[in-house]
T-cell receptor, first 114, second 115 residues
């Protein structure tokens, strides 16, 4: 069975600073995908970035990058130059090959301070 | 390019009633998944529909049922509502690639309150 652990329930970061949100995962399958989603107070889950287990390079999407350390089973999200609009809940999720469901962590609430 | 849409946005029901939630997938997507998100928790997978059939189901009782129409839109039905069914119900659509790269895109959700 797969499991996602997010150990930071809340984080406060100064505007324009970089922030790292932690995510560790557990699976016995060699083929899996890791996803990060942002959930503002409105409720919609917004897809941010994807990393496949066989990808050699860390994924990047604009100000978002994923620090993928396969041996440590970690997939931390890095947000560079944080903005006030980055304040939201952030969820790490995983999908195994042949399994259609996304397994989510409990999330990290990020608050950007002006 | 229309994203995933859900209706209604909010719903209040009483215990024992039945409810139907609706979802239209993102343009070009043929697969719909439903998730339940209780307050302060991550979303939990209910089931996924592809080609008008339930492809996979999570750990939810039979009171939760669904349907997918030929235009790929989907409904989630919950019978005999319990107080514990109060949650945000999220619909996600994808291209049905059935692989690890198949990204699911979510709608704004329906917030269900059971009194």
């Amino acid at each position: 069975a797969q499991k996602i652990t997010q150990t930071q329930p809340g984080m406060f970061v100064q505007e324009k600073e970089a922030v790292t949100l932690d995510c560790t995962y557990d699976t016995s399958d060699p083929s899996y995908g890791l996803f990060w989603y942002k959930q503002p107070s409105s409720g919609e889950m917004i897809f941010l970035i994807y990393q496949g287990s066989y990808d050699q390079q860390n994924a990047t999407e604009g100000r978002y990058s994923l620090n993928f350390q396969k041996a440590r089973k970690s997939a931390n999200l890095v947000i560079s130059a944080s903005q006030l609009g980055d304040s939201a809940m952030y969820f790490c999720a995983m999908k195994n090959f042949g399994n259609e469901k996304l397994t989510f962590g409990t999330g990290t609430r990020l608050t950007i301070i002006p | 390019d229309a994203g995933v849409t859900q209706s209604p946005t909010h719903l209040i029901k009483t215990r024992g009633q039945q409810v139907t939630l609706r979802c239209s997938p993102k343009s070009g997507h043929d697969t719909v998944s439903w998730y339940q998100q209780a307050l302060g928790q991550g979303p939990q997978f209910i089931f996924q529909y592809y080609e008008e059939e339930e492809r996979q189901r999570g750990n939810f009782p039979d009171r939760f049922s669904g349907h997918q129409f030929p235009n790929y839109s989907s409904e989630l039905n919950v019978n005999a509502l319990l107080l514990g069914d109060s949650a945000l119900y999220l619909c996600a659509s994808s291209q049905g690639l059935a692989g690890i790269t198949d990204t699911q895109y979510f709608g704004p959700g329906t917030r269900l309150t059971v009194l």
